[in-house]
Nanobody, 122 residues
Framework: VQLQASGGGLVQAGASLRLSCAAS????????MGWFRQAPGKEREFVAA???????YYADSVKGRFTISRDNAKNTVYLQMSSLKPEDTAVYYC?????????????????WGQGTQVTVSS
């Protein structure tokens, strides 16, 4: 499985961005999917996750601002980010889980994308 993340960029605080994560070589409709991020000098952290049945879960820091969704027909997962803050600046990674539920820890994920940079200026 290959995961290709895209949609990152440089935006001002308060703006919105939508990240996409397209999977190839295998359908992931039965897998939980997640987004993580890593800011400079910090460890990678959980952002959002979605189960095979589209049940979602968010980190407190993004709850109410970010929305994770999936389109199984396109084998793609999205992260809609609104009201962006400078502290959201990070490389964002998508990942496919080993199981079908939503998961918040990295060991639960088997496949990882290459990351896409999001920079939010103040």
């Amino acid at each position: 499985v290959q995961l290709q993340a895209s949609g990152g960029g440089l935006v001002q605080a308060g703006a919105s961005l939508r990240l996409s994560c397209a999977a190839s070589r295998r359908t992931l409709s039965n897998n939980g999917m997640g987004w993580f991020r890593q800011a400079p000098g910090k460890e990678r952290e959980f952002v959002a996750a979605i189960s095979w049945s589209s049940i979602t879960y968010y980190a407190d820091s993004v709850k109410g601002r970010f929305t994770i969704s999936r389109d199984n027909a396109k084998n793609t997962v999205y992260l809609q980010m609104s009201s962006l803050k400078p502290e959201d600046t990070a490389v964002y990674y998508c990942a496919a889980a080993r199981g079908s539920w939503f998961y918040t820890t990295e060991p639960e994920y088997k496949y990882w994308g290459q990351g896409t940079q999001v920079t939010v200026s103040s």
